[in-house]
């Protein structure tokens, strides 16, 4: 029971003052309600807005090839075109960038402050493969390697944290004999990678965030420049701006 | 319970009965002091998120670091053939698979233990349902820090990697399988240089409770080459497999 609750006496007139008394406290009651007054789950979709304040969703079907090379680490030089050194947009067109970029942009601005604890990015592809196209022989010297950038205050930056690679692979086991240097393995190797992207991760707090892409290169060795492509298909990113607390040691 | 209110109508022409008002008034005090449920909520009576705290719905605990793992440019590194040392291996902060098939929480190898470069964190629930993601790259290595040769790297039989809740596997989470008995690579995906996420929604009461990334040795063959297939895990202390960057993500739904 309230310890507010003053109920009308015995004795005591039943007046509107009196009753108006026990509304306006029954309404600072509603309004201080502690949480343990509240059974777990009372509050669903039914009677709240969604958590995700922004979200979006992109994706490529259909073979993309790649060609650039790996500009080396921290490095974040993009080159539009075939076998140079570089990062290559992940793009419909492959390294040509002839095409549709993998790319979600949220069409706002926001800043990862307060509630808006930061972005759930999630992106996968299929390596089908990675190899040395001048040669039947295989070589396990060739890495794809990918990096999640975000767009903040007008300047992509890429998130370090996230760069992986994938290496390639050559036919190898019972019933293949003879020397390790066979024909290059069919890959079929999801890559994937998940991040949280918090105000710690950009270059200015404060600074906002507005899309994210993905970049892929090639890292070779003992083939020739030119003579190496790396085959991605179905390729998907996801981001989702969530409105949370956040708790985190970078 | 106040699905009618009031209780107790007062009507036209009739004496106001105090003793009505007064029951009608504390049978919802009463309910204001705990059990509300969904039904003394109206459909979307919060509208708008700047009415919910930062934490009324969602929270997020992560960890996470970056790595480099030795790449140069344009070309793996001077030692990927086995000659020498990577360029730019980090000193510190990568951690090294154990060479056993027992699970072990990835933390730091080498350096000051910190958090950032720890798969794990213990943190107190609700009882809520946690989505936990472990994203990583994982390398090979040998005794100098160079990626391992095609033959060595050929008898490794990869990793499992799965998602712990206060020290007991989630087998749902872990990748690979358990029965190695048809599988002639083993039960791991024998990936070597590859990234990997694993993750699971699992409810959890409310309470204290560590969340990991765990990893360990599959078993696998001990050398494919010859096409002996012993089922024990394969590695020597020279060859073992590296977790680099990495990131471990715990959403926290109530």
């Known amino acids: ?250 | 319970m106040s699905f009618y209110f009031p209780k107790n109508r007062e009507r036209k022409d009739y004496p106001i009965d105090k003793d009505a008002i007064n029951e009608d008034f504390r049978e919802v005090y009463a309910e204001t002091q705990s059990g509300l449920g969904e039904h003394n909520w109206r459909r979307g009576a919060i509208s708008n998120l700047a009415s919910m705290a930062s934490d009324a719905g969602i929270k997020v605990h992560r960890t996470g670091l970056a790595l480099t793992h030795g790449i140069t440019n344009a070309d793996y590194p001077s030692g990927s053939d086995g000659t020498g040392p990577q360029t730019g291996v980090p000193a510190n902060n990568y951690f090294n698979v154990s060479p056993s098939n027992t699970w072990n929480v990835v933390v730091t190898e080498s350096g000051t233990p910190n958090l950032a470069a720890t798969m794990s964190r213990t943190i107190t629930t609700g009882n809520s349902l946690l989505w936990i993601m472990a994203s990583f790259q994982q390398a090979t290595r040998n005794a100098t820090r160079d990626v391992v040769s095609n033959a060595v790297r050929y008898e490794l039989g990869g990793c499992n990697h799965a998602i712990s809740l206060d020290s007991t596997i989630i087998y749902e989470s872990m990748d690979g399988g358990l029965d190695v008995a048809n599988d002639p690579t083993g039960s791991a995906l024998r990936m070597d240089d590859h990234p990997f996420v694993v993750d699971v929604l699992i409810p959890v009461n409310a309470g204290v409770h560590t969340l990991s990334m765990e990893i360990r040795h599959a078993y696998g063959p001990t050398n494919s080459f010859t096409g002996n297939f012993t089922p024990v895990y394969s590695v020597s202390t020279n060859n073992f497999y590296q977790i680099m960057s990495r990131e471990f993500i715990i959403l926290e739904l109530k």
């Open chain 1, 1 to 250: 029971m309230a310890d507010k609750f003053s109920p009308i006496s015995t004795g005591d007139e039943a007046t509107s003052t009196k009753v108006n008394s026990l509304f306006s406290s029954l309404q600072t009651e509603v309004n201080a309600l502690p949480i343990t007054a509240i059974q777990p789950g009372s509050l669903h979709d039914v009677h709240l807005p969604s958590l995700v304040v922004d979200s979006g969703t992109d994706s490529i079907t259909g073979t993309h090839n790649y060609t650039n090379q790996y500009p080396g680490w921290g490095n974040s030089g993009i080159v539009i075109g075939a076998n140079a050194t570089g990062w290559s947009i992940i793009n419909t067109g492959g390294t040509a960038g002839s095409g549709t970029d993998l790319e979600v942009d949220l069409g706002a601005d926001y800043v990862l402050t307060g509630s808006n604890s930061g972005l759930l990015i999630m992106f996968n592809t299929n390596v089908v493969a990675l190899d040395d196209t001048t040669t039947a022989t295989g070589t396990s010297s060739l890495y794809g390697l990918f990096k999640i950038q975000v767009y903040a205050n007008g300047a992509w930056r890429s998130i370090q944290r996230t760069e992986r690679y994938t290496t390639a692979e050559m036919q190898y086991g019972p019933g293949i004999s003879g020397t390790l240097a066979s024909a290059q393995a069919s890959l079929s190797k999801d890559v994937p990678i998940r991040t949280f992207i918090s105000n710690a991760d950009l270059a200015t707090p404060g600074h906002v965030v507005r899309k994210v892409r993905v970049l892929t290169c090639i890292s070779r060795k003992l083939a020739a420049a030119g003579s190496t492509q790396l085959s991605l298909k179905e390729t998907n990113l996801s981001v989702m701006l969530i409105h949370a607390s956040l708790q985190e040691s970078l």
